[in-house]
Structures are given as C-alpha cells and as structure tokens.
C-alpha cells in the first residue's frame, strides 16, 4: 500500500496525457537508466543532487518523482521539493512497477535531441490542419511538455530544420512523416512505443480525417470540420496550435473512457408526455 506521499501506478496511468497530469521527473542514476534507457511518458530527466534548482520552476505544479524502485531517491528528492512548498509525490514502485505493470515507456533514443532549455525544437509547415495539430498534442503530452514548434512556408522547412536544429515532420521525405497509409501521427505512435488502445483509437481518427478516408471511424468528419474551422478563426498558427491543445485533449478523454457513451433527446429516463 502506497504511503500518503506516493502515488501507485494505476493512478498516474489515469493522469498520463491529460492536461492536469503531473510534472514528472526521472531521478534515475545514470546507471540504471543505461541498463533500460526508456522514461514514463512525459517524464524528463533530472539528477537527484541538485533537485533544489528546480523549484522555482515546479513551484505551484503537481509533481511526481520517478526512481529506479520507488524508495530512497524519489521519496528523499520528493521530501525536499516539499520542503520547499512543492505538491510532489513519489512513484510507488518507481520505473520497475511501471515496467512490470506493461504501461508504454518511451525509448530515449527516439526523442531528438534536447536544447539548453531542455526542451526539443520541431518545425513543420506553416497554416495546420489536422497532423500539425495532432502530433505536437501527442509530443508535449506524452513525450516533451517542453516542446516547441516552428511554423514556417514549405519550401523553408528544411532549411530551418538545419539551421536551427530542428526537428522537421510531416513534409515529405523526413523520418517523421506519412508512410504509406499512415499519417505521422501514427509514426510517432510507432516510435515512441505509445500505441496503446485509447490512442490507436484516436490515431483512426486523424488518420482519417488527414487523408480523406472518412470510413475508417464516424469522427473523422468531425475533426476535419472542426480543424478547418480553427485554421480559419486563427491568424496566428501558434494561436491556433494552443487551441487545438484543447481539441485533441477532448478527443483523447473520449477515447480513454467515453467511446461507449451516446446521447439522444429526450432521454430514455424522462416520462412520455402525450
């Protein structure tokens, strides 16, 4: 049983990729992370010695901090970011009852590299639909919350990507894009080893909507109305990046827990009136 200052894995698997899930940092010695190199999703790394630095940051966050097993690192880490007015918990368990438990973990070596900030940098075309929404929805919640992206013309994609050391996708001939049938959505799926159920679920549904194939699930017309819409409402592709943010965190609420769910008028359980 998780003491009251830990958090069991069943409930952080509840809270991975919603928009109220919690700052998750790996405290893992560099050891043991070497011997199985993968994060929970949306967790980044961090050395336990100098946890204290990132307070002012986490500073009115939700919090959990990730060991190898869930004892003295995390609960010692997690203690001192309280000491400082953090809400932080620590994983009951740490990575091995995460692993043991068969949830998604993400191989480090499918993430680009990380700038000083500490985040990653991914540029793609300007003016988005579908997959340019979609895909950085799926990178900050599940891989970098810190993730930036560039929207610029076409023709520039790549030069930007050089320049700046950027990672390009969803333009043609890049690792992170189309592959025969399937968007980029579902490459970053294949990638970073999330295709879980609620997120194959909602991957036929971009991948539908982002290549026309409206049969593969009743709410692909839907997202492409929708998305059509906020391309049109926002002149500032940032703008509209950031409402999107909302879209696909509804859409994934569906397909975490509410596929099964309908709706008519009047309900069932209101009395006939004749």
């Not at 003295?72 to 043991?100: I, P, T, Y």
């Not at 990672?167 to 970073?192: I, K, N, Q």
Request: charged letters at 25%; proline letters at 6%; glycine letters at 6%.
């Amino acid at each position: 049983m998780a003491s009251p200052d830990q958090i069991t894995v069943s409930q952080l698997s509840r809270l991975i990729g919603r928009p109220d899930a919690p700052v998750l940092v790996d405290i893992c010695i560099d050891e043991d992370f070497a011997a199985d190199p993968r994060f929970i999703p949306g967790a980044f790394r961090h050395s336990f010695t100098n946890i204290e630095e990132l307070v002012p940051v986490l500073s009115g966050r939700k919090v959990v901090v990730v060991c190898q097993k869930g004892l003295k690192l995390s609960q010692g880490a997690a203690a001192l970011l309280r000491s400082h007015g953090v809400a932080a918990e620590s994983l009951a368990g740490g990575n091995l009852a995460w692993r043991d438990a068969g949830l998604p973990l993400v191989p480090a070596s499918a993430v680009p590299a990380r700038r000083a900030d500490g985040g990653t940098l991914w540029v793609t075309r300007l003016r988005p639909k579908i997959d340019r929404i979609a895909c950085p929805w799926l990178i900050r919640r599940f891989v970098d919350p810190r993730a930036r992206f560039l929207f610029v013309e076409t023709s520039q994609v790549l030069e930007v990507a050089e320049r700046f050391s950027a990672t390009p996708f969803d333009v043609e001939g890049v690792f992170w894009s189309h592959r025969g049938e399937r968007c980029a959505f579902d490459t970053m799926l294949e990638e970073f080893k999330l295709e879980t159920e609620p997120l194959r679920a909602l991957a036929a549904v971009v991948r539908g909507a982002d290549t026309n194939q409206h049969d593969l699930a009743p709410q692909c017309a839907g997202l492409l109305a929708v998305s059509a819409g906020l391309s049109r409402m926002y002149r500032d592709d940032l703008e509209q990046l950031e409402a999107g943010m909302g879209l696909y965190d509804a859409f994934y609420r569906w397909a975490l827990d509410a596929r099964d769910e309908g709706h008519d008028w009047p309900s069932a359980s209101m009395e006939k009136v004749e």
